[in-house]
């Protein structure tokens, strides 16, 4: 397995793991998957990345800004989704570790992640990449007419900004 450069000939493999996550319903509160013109604006272009075996796309992981405001120039939010097939065979933890790397090189120090309480799999990921609980937030969002918590992770650089 490879981790590289996310760009838009990987789209149709982004856009269907992105699907496959939807389809759980405790990935996101996305409903579809927005084309690649909107993915792509709401993305940091310095910050993406697939994991690749061969021509296979296995899993994404992105950075997106948390606020226009300057005084979080340095904060990102976290998305990383793995292919079905590839799951629980360490590609989350290989994306988010190379996307934390990404990160600090574009001198961003914290990074904050959103996972619902059901997702065990990602908060694992993410506690296991040095993120820690800082809370959750109740009845955030309705999903199917239900009320969805998030759990707010978050993850101080050691390389960046305040140490």
């Not at 590609?91 to 619902?116: H, P």
Request: hydrophobic residues 40%; charged residues 25%.
């Amino acid at each position: 397995m490879k981790i590289i450069r996310l760009d838009e000939k990987h789209w149709k493999w982004v856009k269907a793991i992105y699907e496959e996550g939807i389809s759980t319903g405790n990935a996101t509160f996305e409903t579809s998957a927005p084309s690649w013109e909107s993915w792509t604006s709401a993305h940091l272009e310095n910050c993406r990345l697939v994991a690749v075996e061969g021509e296979q796309v296995l899993g994404w992981a992105a950075l997106s800004k948390v606020s226009d405001r300057c005084v979080y120039a340095g904060v990102a939010e976290v998305s990383v989704y793995v292919s079905n097939s590839a799951r629980g065979k360490g590609v989350g933890t290989e994306l988010l570790n190379a996307l934390i790397d990404e990160s600090e090189k574009s001198n961003l120090w914290t990074l904050t992640a959103g996972i619902f309480p059901e997702n065990e799999s990602s908060i694992h990921v993410h506690q296991k990449a040095g993120f820690r609980l800082i809370g959750r937030r109740e009845k955030i969002g309705k999903m199917n007419g239900l009320w969805r918590d998030t759990l707010q992770f978050e993850r101080r650089s050691r390389k960046v900004g305040i140490n």
